[in-house]
């Protein structure tokens, strides 16, 4: 059947198998785990050069300064209105429902050792890169972006004679990256079925009550925003259609969903953005941005988290607490890529409050569930913010500069 020639069709199979094997077979299912394994590694490792060419390719074809700084500028407001929206709309929806209520506290114990909030140089210092070849091995995404930003700006600066035949290798080593990508995602239902059957064999279906109703009041967050908020961006705030964009945002997000990880869908979204129309230097510039500082469903996660916990011990929050919730949670979300083990940053959060931290294990117990929802959202915002930095942008994309394949 031709539905079945489809990649997304075959990827949503693969989830709906792997569930239902995970449930069967339970923790018998970890033999087949390695599967996901391998196809996760594939793509991540072509991720890092990647993102390093495309954004050289797409910042050195912005043509001048200025077009660099509004793209830029757009992009960064974009990123810092939804992440302050989500984080405002977690808190709300926590406290409008009430999740947590249902848990006994006694049964917890504060036994989780407090994480200072980064301080602001030190989150400075995170986002600066000393040694490329380091960021590279490590995979510091925001450190091979600095990079290859600045690289893009210096190619740009330099007279076209002299960097003619950089660009050219710059975008013929973006174009292989892309093939090959193509080819490791012909395996992704497969991989997609082993990641998921080893989730739901691992953790198992039958959570606590309290604990789904968690997932779904955080589900309430990208619903909102994938069905409202961007819609409406896209009708009101860029050239392109609302059905041109759920076009383009249903195989990333669904693939992003599956696995997790923004940066393994990366060549996903751009493929698709690309065939949303948005232009090849924007492209190359706001996505690979997107996909490492648009962290709106993390910030969803973190104020809801806040308040699932202060509901758990009965703590009656206020608007100093519920303002300290979202401008940490605003801090700690867009700090994420420069801090490592990010995830950790709800505790702050919570500190920020001060709401007890002995709920965390139970948060650990579906960050399986909870990551899928988030990275699903970021994925999505991500489509979105290419095409919002694209509006009436007149890049001057020199003649036999290479595009996006």
């Known amino acids: 059947m031709k539905i079945f020639k489809n990649l997304g069709v075959l990827v949503l199979v693969g989830m709906v198998l792997g569930a239902i094997t995970g449930t069967i077979f339970g923790d018998k299912v970890e033999i087949i785990a390695p599967l996901g394994s391998i196809f996760m590694s594939l793509l991540i490792l072509m991720v890092i050069p990647l993102v390093l060419f495309s954004v050289v390719s797409g910042t050195s074809s912005l ?25 405002s709309m977690g808190a709300f929806f926590g406290n409008i429902t009430g999740v947590g209520t249902g848990i006994d506290a006694s049964v917890l114990t504060d036994n989780v050792e407090p994480v200072a909030a980064p301080g602001i140089w030190e989150m400075v210092q995170g986002f ?22 600045f690289f893009g700006l210096g190619i740009n600066a330099l007279p076209r004679e002299k960097t003619e035949s950089l660009r050219s290798t710059v975008d013929a080593g973006r174009d292989v990256m892309i093939w090959m990508i193509q080819k490791v995602m012909l395996l992704s239902p497969i991989g997609v079925f082993a990641l998921i059957a080893d989730a739901v064999g691992s953790h198992g279906l039958g959570l606590m009550t309290e604990l789904l109703s968690f997932v779904g009041v955080l589900a309430l967050v990208p619903l909102t925003f994938v069905f409202v908020v961007y819609p409406l961006v896209i009708k009101y705030g860029t050239n392109f259609t609302v059905a041109q964009y759920f076009r383009a945002v249903r195989q990333p997000a669904l693939f992003a969903f599956s696995t997790c990880s923004s940066a393994a869908t990366l060549p996903i979204t751009m493929e698709n953005v690309k065939k949303m129309g948005v232009k090849p230097s924007v492209l190359g510039f706001t996505v690979p941005l997107g996909c490492t500082i648009n962290m709106a469903g993390t910030a969803a996660l973190f104020s809801l988290s806040a308040v699932f916990s202060a509901n758990i011990f009965g703590i009656d929050l206020g608007a100093a607490e519920y303002i300290a919730i979202i401008l940490t949670t605003l801090l700690a979300a867009m700090g994420v890529a420069g801090v490592p083990g990010a995830a950790l940053l709800t505790i702050p959060v919570m500190m920020a409050a001060g709401i007890p931290l002995a709920a965390i294990p139970l948060l650990l117990a579906i960050d399986r569930l909870n990551d899928m929802l988030c990275t699903g959202l970021n994925v999505s915002g991500d489509v979105c913010i290419a095409a919002f930095a694209d509006k009436e942008e007149e890049v001057n994309v020199p003649a036999g500069a290479a595009q996006p394949a």
Not at 66 to 84: D, H, N, S, Y
Not at 128 to 149: K, Q, R, T
Request: hydrophobic letters at 55%; proline letters at 2%; aromatic letters at 4%.
């Open 63 to 87: 043509g001048n300064g200025k077009a660099a700084q509004r793209i830029g500028a757009r992009t960064l407001g974009f990123v810092a209105c939804a992440t302050l929206l989500a984080a």
């Open 128 to 149: 600066v890169p000393n040694n490329i070849m380091d960021a590279m091995s490590s995979g510091n995404i925001i450190h091979v972006l600095i990079f290859g930003v």
